[in-house]
C-alpha cells in the first residue's frame, strides 16, 4: 500500500468523524415547541409581537432587554437577552434568536433581525 | 401616462452615453475572449497573428469603454444628478467628497465596477508579459469580464419576463412609480438617500478596493492554470504565474487582514473576526489559493503534485464567485449581518459559477491524462511530501468552512428537490450552527496545530530528499534548540495570559515551536538575499498570529462589568452572562476591574456626539494614580436626529494590549427624539413671571429670582449660525438653602423656535423661557409704547433717541427665519438705525402669500428696537411701520416651570481589554511581507534571463 493511500484514508476518517460531529453543532430551524422537546439550544424564527411590550431601561438595568416573538406556528413567548436593545429594534420584521427555553421564557444568546430592506418601501425625500 | 410629460433637467445623453460604454464593454470583452482564444488553436496557427492583432484591440476597447464608464459613474455622483436611481441611492448633498468612493462601491452596481476595474487593469499587464499561456488566460479573463458585465447591462429579454442584470444608470422614475413624476420639473424636488453613516469611515474607503483587487487577482493562476491544461504544457506555465500568485496571496490576505481590522476598529462588534459567513467566503479562497501555493512549489521543484497545483488554482477563482453569489443573492439572508439584498441576480450568478466551474472540469479531465505524475512516490524525509499534507490540511480547513457557511445554500437545494418531488421537505432544513465562533474554533484550532507543525517539518527537510536526517548531528541539534527555546517561551507567555484547556496550551505551544524554528533556520539562512527568506518570514508571521489570538480570544476581558453591584439583582443570571455592559451616570466615577471610570462630558458636532470616558488605574494602597487616559467613543444621530444611526468605538492602544470601548446604549429619551418628545409634551408647564427684584415662589418651596436677561447668548450645546437670535434668562432658584443658578434660553434657527429648557436634579424641576418672548419680536402685536408711522424713501425720523432712516424697497430678501414660497410677493424694507455712535441694518418684511399679507419684523438687540413692514403706501412709495422698542435690560420676564422626575445623564458602556491583540496584526503582517518580498525575487530572476 501506498503512502499516499494510508494518507488518504486517514483523512477521510477524520474527515468523516469531523463531520458527524460538526452536524451535532446544526440544529433545525426550530419553532418553540421543537426548543421546549430538546431542551437545547436552538435558533427560532419569528415575528416580533408588536403588540407585546418591549422592555428595554438602562436605569434598572443595562444588560436586560426583553421582548415577545410569535413563531411560525404563531405560538407567543417571552425573549430575553442579557444586552442591550440593539439599535433599529423596533423596525424588524423577522426576528431569528438562538438560545434555549428556560421556563416559559426563551434566554437568547443572539439575536438576528431582518429589517425591511432600505429600500423596498420606497419613500424619497424632497426637499422642503 | 409619465411619457406623456416633457421632464426638465434631466441628463439623458449621459444615461444613453453610460449605456452604450456598458454595451460596448461588454461586446468587446467577448471578442476578445473569442480572439485570443483563436491564437492558441492549433487549426488557426497561420491567422494567430491576425488573432492576436484583433484581440488586443478589442481587449482595448474593452478597457477604455469600461473606464470610461466608470469615470461617467464618478461624474454623475460628484454632479449630483440624482435622476439616476444609482446617485439618488448612493449620494446625499451633504455627503463630503471624501466619501465618493465609498458611496459608489455601496451598491452592487458599483462594486461589480470595481471588480472589472482591477480585472482590466491586471489583464493589461498580463497582456505585455512575455510568455505564451496569456492569450488563452486573456480569453479566459475576457469571459469573465463578460459575465460580470451581464450583471449590470440592464436589458430585458423579449418576450421572457427575466431582466439580465442591474444597470447603474438606470433613472429613478424607470425604477419607482410614485404621483412624484407627474412634476415635470421633480429633479428640483428629491434629495439624496446617501451613504449609510456605518459605511462613512475610511475603512469603506480602502478597503472594497484591497478585496477587490484581491478577488481579482484570483483569476490570473486560474487563467494560467486552463492555458496551461489547454496547451498541454504542464510545466511551463509555473514559472511565470508564480509572481502573480504571490502577489494574489499576499494582496488578498490584506483585504481580508483590513476586514478584520475594521470590524474591530470601527464597528463594534467587539472582535476582528466572527466567522460570519461573508467572512468565512472570502477566508476560503485565500487559503485554497495558499495551498495552490505549497503544491505549486512542489511542482515547480520536483515532478510532483502538479495535479494538486491545477486544482487548487482552478478551485480559488470559482470560490471566489461562490463568495460573490452568497454575499449577493441574499441567500444568506438569515444568518449574516452585513450581506448585500437581493437584486434578482441569483440565476446569473449561478449560471457564472457553473460555467467556470463546469469549464474548469472539462478542461482538467480532458487533459489531465497528459500530465506526467512520477512512478515512484515521494520520500518520507522529502520537504514536499509534508508540504502536500498541509496542502490537504489547508484543503481540509476549508472543505469545514465552506460546508457550514453553505447550510442555508443546501437549504435551498433541499427545497427544490422537494418541489420537484411535490413533498414539503422543511423537516430536513437545518440551522447554522448556534454558537458560530465555538464551532468553527473547535475544528480550526486542529488546522492550526497541524500547520504550524507541518511547516516545521516541511522547511527542516529539503527537496528530494531520501536520507534520513536524523543521522545528522547539527540538524538534531537544531531541533533541540528549538525546543527548548520553545518551552521556556510557552512558559513565559503562560505568566502573562491565562490558557486553561490543553487543546489551547497545545495549540500556543505550535505556534510559538513554529515562531522558534523558522526563527532558528532563518538565522541559518541568513546570508541569502532577503528575497528568498519570504517564507521564514510567513511561518513566524503565522506563529504570532497564533499565539495572538490566543492572547486575545481566550483573555479577552470585559472590564465593564462590577460584579459586586449587578450580582444578585436579577433573579437567575448565570455566572457567565454578568453584566458585559455597564451603567455608568455622568461624573459619577466607578470601580470596574481595577480603573475608576469616570464619564465626564458629552459634545456635539453635527450629528456626531463624542463621549469623554476618563479611566485612571490607581496604586494598590489606591494613592496614587498609576495611570490615566481617556476614550472617546461616539455615536451618530440620524440626519434629522431622530434616531442613532450608528456607534463608533475607542480604542486605547498599548504595545502589549487594547482596552476598547463603544456605547451600548444611552437613556431611552436620548436613543430616539420620538421618545424625548413623548416625554416633553407629557410635561405640564405652568407660567410664571420671574423679576429682578424679589423672589417668586412656586409651590411653596421653591424660591425663583431673575439675574439678568441676556440677548443673543452662548449656549455650548447650540451652535450659532448668522441670523440666530435667542433670549436666555439667568436666574437663580433657591430650594431648602441651596441657590442654583439656571441659564434657559429659547433661539430662534431658521425660522424654527427651539427651546432649551435647564433641569435641575436636585430639585426635579424644569425651567425655561415663556416662547412668547421670542415670538413677540419675529411678529410683534401688542406691547406699550408702540409708535406708528410712514417713511418716504430716504427720510429721517428721530424716536426716543434713536435716529432711523428708511432707505428704500428691495425685492432682495435673505431671512433665514423666512422662507418663501413660489409665488409670495416679498417686500424688504432697507433701515438705517443709529444713536449717535453706531449705525446698523434693519430689514423687515411684508409678505402677500395667497392674498394673505403678514408681516416679519426685524430687531436690533443693541438699539433696543423691533421694526414691522405694515403695509406700503403706493403712490408715494412709502413704508408703513411700526416701532416696538425692545427692553435692553428687563426687570421681568414670563417663565415656565415644572416638577419633573429626575434625570439621569448616563452611558452604557461596554469596555473590553484584548491582550496581545497587536500579536494579531503584527503576524499577519509579517506573513504578508513574507509573500510580497518573494514577488520581487520572481521579478529579478526575470530580468537576470532577459
Known sequence: ?128 | MQESIQYIGEHIYLAHLGQYAIFLSFASAILTALSFWQVDKPSEKIQANNWIKIGKIAWWTHCLSLWSLIGLLFFIMIQHYYEFHYVWQHVSDDLPMKYIFSAFWEGQEGSFLLWLFWHAVLGTVLLYNRHKYKYTGLAVLGLIQAMILSMILGVYVPGLEWKIGSNPFVFIRDVMNIPLFNNPNYITLIKGNGLNPLLQNYWMTIHPPTLFLGFASTAIPYAFAIAGLRLRDHKGWLAPAFGWVLFAGAILGLGILMGGAWAYEALSFGGYWAWDPVENMSLVPWLILLAGLHTHLIAKNTPYSLKSAYVFYLLSFVLVVYSTFLTRSGVLGDTSVHSFTEMGLEWQLIIFILLFGLGAIYFYWKNKESISTPKEEESLFSREFWMFIGSMVFLFSCLLISFTTSIPVFNKIISGIGWILNTDLKDWHRSTPVDPVAHHNRFQLWVGVLLSLLSIVAMLLKYRMDTNPFKNKSWVIRIVIGLISAVILHIGICYWINVDAWQHHLLLFSGVFAICMHFILFLKNFQSKIQYLGSYFSHIGFGILIVGVIASGLNKRFISSNPFITRGLIADQTEDELAKNIRLDKNMPMYMSGFLVEYQKDTFAGVTRTFDIHFKKLSEDGEKTVEEFTVQPNILYSKDFTKIAASNPSTKHYWNKDIFTHIASLPTDQVSIEEATRKNESIVYDDILVSKDKWVSYQDSILIKLDKVKYDPENHDLNRNKGDFGISADVWVKFKDSVYSHKPLVMAKEGLLLNMNDHNNQIGLNIRVNEKSLAQILAPTEGPNIHSTKLRPNEVITWEGRNIQFLGFSKNISNPHFKPNADDIVLGANILVGDGAVIDTIKPLYIIRGNQPFSIADHNFKHGINIKLTGIDIPSESALLEFYPIDVDPKEISMQVARVEPKFDFVVLQAIEFPGINLVWAGSLLMLFGLAIGIFKKNKRKNQIE
Open chain 1, 1 to 128: 500500500m501506498k503512502k499516499v493511500h494510508i494518507i488518504s484514508f486517514l483523512i477521510i476518517a477524520i474527515g468523516i468523524t469531523v463531520l458527524i460531529s460538526a452536524i451535532g453543532d446544526l440544529s433545525k430551524y426550530g419553532d418553540f415547541e421543537y426548543a421546549s422537546v430538546t431542551g437545547r439550544k436552538t435558533k427560532v424564527v419569528g415575528e416580533l409581537a408588536k403588540d407585546q411590550e418591549i422592555v428595554y431601561d438602562p436605569m434598572k438595568d443595562p444588560n436586560y432587554f426583553s421582548f415577545y416573538i410569535r413563531d411560525e406556528n404563531k405560538v407567543l413567548k417571552k425573549v430575553i437577552r442579557r444586552a442591550p436593545k440593539p439599535q433599529d429594534f423596533e423596525l424588524s420584521e423577522k426576528i431569528v434568536v438562538t438560545g434555549k427555553l428556560v421556563g416559559d421564557t426563551f434566554e437568547a444568546s443572539d439575536i438576528l433581525m431582518k429589517c425591511p430592506s432600505k429600500y423596498k418601501n420606497e419613500e424619497i425625500a424632497t426637499k422642503s
